[in-house]
């Protein structure tokens, strides 16, 4: 019996994964253009991926949709009772930091200047700046 679930995030520009990820200092391995590394889960079940992220006996898995998106699968109950990390708390992490990678990288493809503010909750607050010579 397969203990992997989806996790729908729907991710799509590689770079903001990566990018979130290191910022989470976490572990994890990409698959070579046109290859998929394998995911740990349960009792030795395993599933195919672009990224695998060690969570220890467990793995996370970045899974590639064909209409181009990317959601994260696990067997949370593993990750949970060995890493402490709940479903919720790592979407939720990796969301904030993949948002932010990715609206950060489209601003500064668009010319625009950035300046990050954290408020005492943790949100981010994003200013961007174009200068104009009008």
Do not use: P
């Not at 904030?96 to 949100?123: D, I, P, S």
């Amino acid at each position: 019996m397969s203990h992997f679930t989806k996790c729908e995030l729907k991710m799509t520009n590689l770079a903001a994964i990566r990018a979130a990820l290191e910022d989470l200092k976490l572990t994890y391995e990409e698959a070579a253009q046109g290859q998929q590394v394998v995911v740990r889960g349960y009792r030795g079940d395993t599933l195919k991926a672009a990224f695998k992220i060690d969570m220890g006996k467990y793995d996370i898995g970045v899974i590639a949709n064909e209409n181009g998106t990317y959601d994260i699968t696990a067997d949370w109950w593993g990750v949970e009772t060995t890493k402490g990390v709940s479903e919720e708390e790592f979407k939720n992490q990796l969301s904030q930091r993949y948002q932010y990678h990715n609206v950060k990288q489209a601003c500064e493809e668009k010319g625009y200047a950035l300046e990050e503010e954290v408020e005492e909750n943790g949100e981010i607050r994003l200013v961007m700046r174009k200068w104009s010579a009008e």
